[in-house]
Nanobody, 124 residues
Framework: QVQLVESGGGSVQAGGSLKLSCATS????????MAWFRQAPGKQRVGVAL????????FVRDSLEGRFNFSRDIVKNTGYLHMNSLEPEDSGMYYC?????????????????WGQGTQVIVSS
């Protein structure tokens, strides 16, 4: 059983930065996918960054390249989402997801396990 616990959300001014953490148990960083999604009120959950453990590769949504990035600490069993130059449009609940069923890594339906989410609020 995989468990994911997000932390690090909060309120920040536009232009600021946040680092979200996803503490895991039961997840193998070296063999499976982990991803970060975000969801604004009334909108669909959207993939923002993912890590393919089988190929040790990181992918970031094109529109967020240069501002968002993914990193991981295998010793701590933790994945991170680094968010810089934040904009009010980046506000929402951020979720960590892991273990792929196969398919598009930026689609929510691809993942078996989810954390409870952490709230990010960016004010102008």
């Amino acid at each position: 059983q995989v468990q994911l616990v997000e932390s690090g959300g909060g309120s920040v001014q536009a232009g600021g930065s946040l680092k979200l953490s996803c503490a895991t148990s039961g997840y193998a960083f070296t063999s499976d996918w982990m991803a970060w999604f975000r969801q604004a009120p009334g909108k669909q959950r959207v993939g923002v960054a993912l890590f393919d453990g089988s190929r040790d590769r990181i992918f970031v949504r094109d529109s967020l390249e240069g501002r968002f990035n993914f990193s991981r600490d295998i010793v701590k069993n933790t994945g991170y989402l680094h968010m810089n130059s934040l904009e009010p449009e980046d506000s929402g609940m951020y979720y960590c997801a892991a273990v792929s069923r196969g398919g598009d890594g930026f689609q929510a339906s691809t993942y078996k396990y989810w954390g409870q989410g952490t709230q990010v609020i960016v004010s102008s």
